[in-house]
């Protein structure tokens, strides 16, 4: 009789074979899966879960989440900058010396908008204690369960560090939620390590951003800025998601870069929609704005 394939394999080999095979990992230690096109869906899955635990655990319950440029420094730095460029310029005239003393201007000009977000996010650190009671069954003024409008911004320098050091100089705790990039950016070092959170996917990084959001405020920026800004107003004007004040930093910025008018003059965006968002100046104004809006939220509640 024949002998079958079964009967003369070495048995141990082939049972080794098995145990070595990727398709036999735990999926959950097997980085080749988890790592490639296949595993995305876990990956996202696991984006969003992540931040989500930490902030349960932390009894983060809303955030003030802060937008803005990462290239906006502190009023310091930038006075330090312009003095090199204006020394560069005058002892070795060039048009590149040139372009960087029109650059370094700018920066001063821009610069004072890093300590209005610093103020700003102060602020919200150590007055959003209004938020941050209840009354309870017996009618008295108690502590609430979870920490509300807790500073959030995308984690990186600029006015991201100068909100989260807001929030450090007020000993509160503060988020950042940083996403890895082509140019690789690390967290500025005021945000508190429990809440430091670094993305790869920007979808679950921007849900993250709007999902407690309480509070939007945008400074001047760049393509980021405009990109987060104008998805928090489409989602405002569609409804769907929560409503909230919008509040822009610097109306000169914004009026020179957004003819907002235009928009309702062309027909593409209707009158109310200017309603959307408020402009501040000062950091008063700014949690001034977010005040009256709940104030008068609480009124129309009750």
């Known amino acids: 009789m024949e002998s079958k394939r079964s009967d003369v394999a070495d048995l141990a080999q082939l049972q080794d074979r098995l145990l070595d095979a990727p398709a036999y990992r735990k999926a959950y230690r097997d980085p080749e899966f988890l790592s490639g096109f296949d595993g995305r869906e876990v990956r996202l899955l696991a984006e969003y879960v992540k931040p989500e635990r930490a ?9 003030v989440v802060v937008f803005g440029s990462a290239r906006i420094l502190p009023p310091d730095e930038a006075a330090r900058r312009l003095e090199l460029a204006e020394q560069t310029a ?15 201007r700018t920066a001063v000009k821009l610069s004072p908008y890093y300590q209005t977000a610093r103020e700003f996010a102060e602020l919200a650190a150590t007055k959003n204690d209004v938020f941050n009671r209840e009354i309870g069954p017996d009618g008295r003024i108690c502590p609430t369960k979870q920490r ?14 100068a ?10 705790p503060t988020v950042a939620l940083n996403i890895s990039l082509p140019f690789e950016q690390r967290p500025n070092p005021f945000v508190s390590p429990e809440l430091s959170f670094n993305f790869h996917y920007f979808a679950i990084r921007k849900l993250h951003f ?27 004007q569609t409804e769907r998601m929560q409503h909230l004040p919008i509040v822009l930093f610097g109306r000169e910025f914004w009026e020179s870069v957004v003819n907002f008018p235009k928009l309702v003059e062309y027909g593409v965006i209707s009158p109310q929609d200017l309603d959307l968002f408020q402009y501040a100046e000062t950091a008063e104004e700014g949690w001034a704005i977010i005040e009256k809006y709940y104030a008068n939220e609480a009124i129309r509640q009750n």
């Open 163 to 172: 909100a989260n050091r807001g929030a450090f100089d007020a000993d509160e």
């Open 148 to 161: 509300e409008f807790v500073v959030c911004t995308g984690g990186g320098p600029g006015i991201m560090e």
């Open 55 to 63: 902030f349960e655990k932390a009894a983060i319950g809303s955030t």
């Open 210 to 236: 709007l999902l407690r959001a309480k509070a939007l405020v945008a400074f001047p920026g760049g393509f980021g800025t405009f990109d987060e800004l104008f998805e928090a107003l489409t989602l405002r």
């Open 90 to 104: 005058a002892q070795t005239p060039s048009p590149d010396a040139d372009a960087a003393l029109a650059k370094a």
